[in-house]
């Protein structure tokens, strides 16, 4: 199903066409860029291009003028650089008044984040600033030529239908996007861009944040949105050691884990390895789903994997319907079987 959402702003800016060109937050984290920063920027042009506007990426970080070329590259006509020391360390109040001071001074029609854990905390907080509306986790993206209103679709309603959004009264459309689902931009070295420093004043740099210390959870190690192939496990792997099972198999394959949220509400995997409408979205090039039934809320995290194998016992489960090869077996004795295959070549 489809749904249409049209929202009328009680307070409808006067002069909407002061507002000009696409803006992308680029995020970095642990030396490099986000992946999904590259997958704005390819959305970002698409954008820019339909309405002959500028694409502007703001990169907020401690030492960052070496990432210039690369977003140039990949179809940033400018780039703003947040450098100073102090930004290594994301806080999200030093950010959003960053970002807010960027979205005053150039006044883009539509700025872009993603839809990560620090895209979902810095964002709405620069949303309600500028005053503007903000929707997250989107999906797909579209721009109309003629008036600049942005087409924000998102699954709505427990991802049973998908919604689309715009706010046609109201400068800039904000919205985060989900990480996985656009493709990345395609790198043009021939590219040319300018590079703006921001003067970064005491007063901006203030925060409220006091970072006493940056431990890294044994879960921020696992990175299944890069993963090319996933081994996933849901409730008919029965227990945590259904997943030492599943485990092995994917060492056999050079994989990663993932999990339905059955699995992660059982407790058997951590959150991190949660893949849906409330975990991650994936595309690797193989997802092998075990024992996992292929609910809606499931399959909108991994249906964009190029191929799909299904072990399940019951024939009539739905994944069997986004599959591109189903095994209906014990995944006791399939799975098993597959690993001592795997070990024969
Ligand atoms: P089940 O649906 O119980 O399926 C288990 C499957 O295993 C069955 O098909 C069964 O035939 C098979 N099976 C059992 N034993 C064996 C065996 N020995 N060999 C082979 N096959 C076997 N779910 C997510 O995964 N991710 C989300 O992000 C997510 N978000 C949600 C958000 C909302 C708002 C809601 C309402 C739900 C959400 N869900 C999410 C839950 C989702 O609706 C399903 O409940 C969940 O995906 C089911 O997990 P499962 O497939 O592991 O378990």
Redesign the pocket.
Known sequence: GALHIHTIDKHPQTDISDYSGIMVFAEYRHGKIAPVSYELLGIGRKLADKRCVQLIVILPGGKVTEYTDSLIAAGADTVLLAEHPFLEQFREDVYANILETVIRQYKPEVVLAGATAIGRSVIPYVATAVDAGLTADCTRLEIREEDGTLLQTRPAF??NIMATIECPQTRPQMATVRPNVMAPAQPDPSRSGEVVHLPLTEELLQSQVEVVETVSSADDQVNIQEAEILVA????L?SAKGFTLLRELAVELGGSVA?????VDSGWIPYAH??????KTVSPKLYIA?????????AV?MQSAEIVVA????KN?P?FDIATYGVV????E?IPELIKRLQEV
């Open positions: 427990g991802g496990g849901g409730r008919g029965e999990a339905s949220r059955a699995a949660q893949v849906g409408q409330t975990g075990c024992g996992i039934s292929g609910a809606v809320q499931h995290g072990i399940n016992r019951d489960a994944v077996g014990d995944l006791f399939v």
